[in-house]
């Protein structure tokens, strides 16, 4: 990628803001490449379970999760990801799969804290899966990730229920949450990152909308610089408990600190304010169970 800025201009347009841009460029150059270095090739073999960002016909984000046995998501060449699985039916990925369509990933090992990145587009689409070429991987800070460990545990797959907009049918789980993840889009790009708070650090305004704070993180901003530019996106929240997995689409408001109406929680630097839009709730589908939470000793504390 020499030569050329792997950032675009929503991207850019953030780090100068922050007076970054430089440092950014420089570092960017070095460590977003055009393949997957080895060290990435074998974590993703490691991953029990996949993020997945991809986008509708409309050009909607969606945030999405695949699972299977440690060794499902693996790389046969520097150049290349494949997938041995496949969307639930119910799952916004299932009809934004297609040959060609760019997606994000995300692939996280919760028990580590260790967490990489790989964009690109759709080049093999099979009964078995799917394969993903590489524009772009990255690996990414472990902050605010909270430790669990994981086990195997089959769900029998509860009910799918949906909606529009704020509902007391997942507000809990929002309101309780540590870990969401969010995908967003550049063009034809698509990311998903984790986003992690202590519980309770989504908050719904009195305007109804979610207020997600944006902590001190790698300084890309790939996920605000898309939504700079393009404010729809996607989250997931998992109930590490149920294995419930809800699919909300949003709008997103990225709020700098002089324009707060209220005062922001410790630590936040940026607030994203989310209009919930159309809703997925999908029960009892993720077939792992987890241990309690070890939170992340990034984690901003009342004070700070």
């Known amino acids: 990628m020499h030569g050329h800025s792997p950032f675009h201009p929503g991207e850019r347009q953030i780090q100068s803001r922050l007076g970054l841009r430089d440092k950014l460029e420089e570092i960017g150059q070095r460590v977003i490449h055009d393949h997957m270095p080895e060290q990435h090739r074998e974590f993703f073999a490691l991953l029990p379970w996949l993020l997945v960002g991809s986008r509708d016909a409309d050009g909607q984000p969606q945030a999405s999760l695949l699972w299977g046995t440690p060794g499902f998501a693996h790389s046969p060449h520097p150049q290349c990801l494949r997938i041995d699985a496949l969307p ?5 990925l299932t009809a934004n799969l297609r040959t060609g369509a760019s997606l994000g990933l995300l692939g996280l090992e919760l028990p580590t804290r260790r967490r990489n990145r790989m ?9 078995g899966g799917f394969a993903v070429a590489v524009r772009q991987s990255f690996g990414n800070c472990p902050k605010y990730i909270q430790v669990r460990s994981w086990q195997a545990q089959a769900r029998q797959g509860g009910a799918l229920e949906q909606g529009t907009g704020l509902d007391q049918r997942w507000l809990r789980l929002v309101e309780d949450s540590d ?27 009195r305007d ?14 790939n996920t605000l610089g898309n939504l700079l530019l393009e404010p729809r996106c996607a989250l997931l929240w998992i109930d590490f408990a149920s294995g419930d997995l809800l699919h909300l689409e949003a709008r997103a408001e990225l709020v700098w600190p002089e324009d707060y109406a209220e005062p922001a929680p410790p630590g936040a630097e940026r607030m994203l304010a989310l209009s919930p839009g159309r809703w997925r709730l999908r029960r009892a589908r993720l077939p792992l169970a987890f241990g309690a939470p070890e939170p992340s000793p990034a984690l901003p504390t009342q004070g700070n």
Do not use: C, K, Q
Not at 182 to 202: C, K, M, N, Y
């Open 119 to 127: 964009n690109g587009p759709v080049e093999a689409l099979d009964d």
């Open 88 to 92: 639930e039916a119910d799952d916004p």
């Open 208 to 221: 109804g909308r979610l207020w997600l704070p944006d902590y001190r993180g790698n300084f890309m901003f």
């Open 179 to 205: 870990t969401l993840f969010i995908a967003s889009r550049h063009a034809e790009d698509i990311d998903i990152s984790h986003r992690g708070g202590r519980p309770g650090f989504v908050r719904l305004g």
